[in-house]
């Protein structure tokens, strides 16, 4: 079985531009939740979709977006990007969403120049 | 509100056990989880436990859980030098959906 796979790998983009990152789950799960890491914040949680609707959202800027598909597959979109937004951002998926096993992508790499 | 801590480092030689100690705050907390992150990698799931459980074991890891004092840890037996990784401890947010992590323990393991 596939695992989460996670799209582009590795991006550079330039501030004010905006990005999007695209997740495809595990088969058969239903629930996707997006992931930012920083050295300096470490892990934080960005938000998350089930059947298409956005149950969670992290403490971010509204610039920060996100969408799913009938398919479970999602896209997250940062938009006007800042230096600030350089980070590996990773998807992970499970099956309900609020069982016990999520599972995580390679992550997609952003640098903002 | 939610919050996990962990200790930064941890240092040990090949062949020695290894302990990964993590608080957590919110007791209503249903799973809690042990992840993995190896260079330029993402997350691996090592293992997880039910709060309603104290003790899980697989194969060299044990996780132990003491709900008294939120106290999570993670046990490496035999810890070999590819197991040198930032191990990560995560709960349950409140709404169930988003996981909670703690800054992570940088593993070094010597031979």
């Known amino acids: 079985k596939a695992g989460v796979t996670q799209t582009p790998r590795y991006l550079i983009k330039t501030r004010g531009q905006q990005v999007t990152l695209s997740c495809s789950p595990i088969?058969?799960?239903?629930?996707v939740s997006w992931y930012q890491q920083t050295p300096g914040q470490g892990l934080q949680f960005l938000f998350e979709?089930?059947?298409?609707?956005?149950?969670n959202k992290g403490n971010f800027p509204g610039r920060f977006s996100g969408r799913q598909f009938s398919n479970s597959r999602s896209e997250m979109n940062v938009s006007t990007l800042e230096l600030g937004d350089s980070a590996l951002y990773l998807c992970?998926?499970?099956?309900?969403?609020?069982?016990?096993?999520?599972?995580f992508g390679e992550g997609s790499w952003l640098t903002v120049v | 509100g939610e919050d996990v801590e962990q200790s930064l480092f941890l240092s040990v030689r090949e062949g020695d056990s290894s302990v990964i100690n993590c608080t957590y705050t919110d007791s209503s907390s249903t799973y809690l989880y042990w992840y993995k992150q190896e260079p330029g990698a993402g997350l691996q799931l090592l293992t997880y436990i039910f709060s309603n459980m104290d003790m899980k074991q697989d194969q060299r890891l044990t996780v132990l859980l003491n709900k008294k004092d939120k106290h999570l840890s993670l046990r490496i037996a035999d810890t070999q030098t590819g197991d040198s990784a930032i191990y990560f401890c995560a709960e349950r947010d409140q709404a169930g959906t988003a996981l909670i992590f703690g800054k992570g323990t940088t593993l070094s393991v010597s031979s």
């Open positions: 088969s058969g799960h239903r629930s």
């Open positions: 992970a998926s499970s099956l309900m969403g609020q069982g016990n096993t999520i599972y």
């Open positions: 979709y089930f059947s298409e609707t956005q149950r």
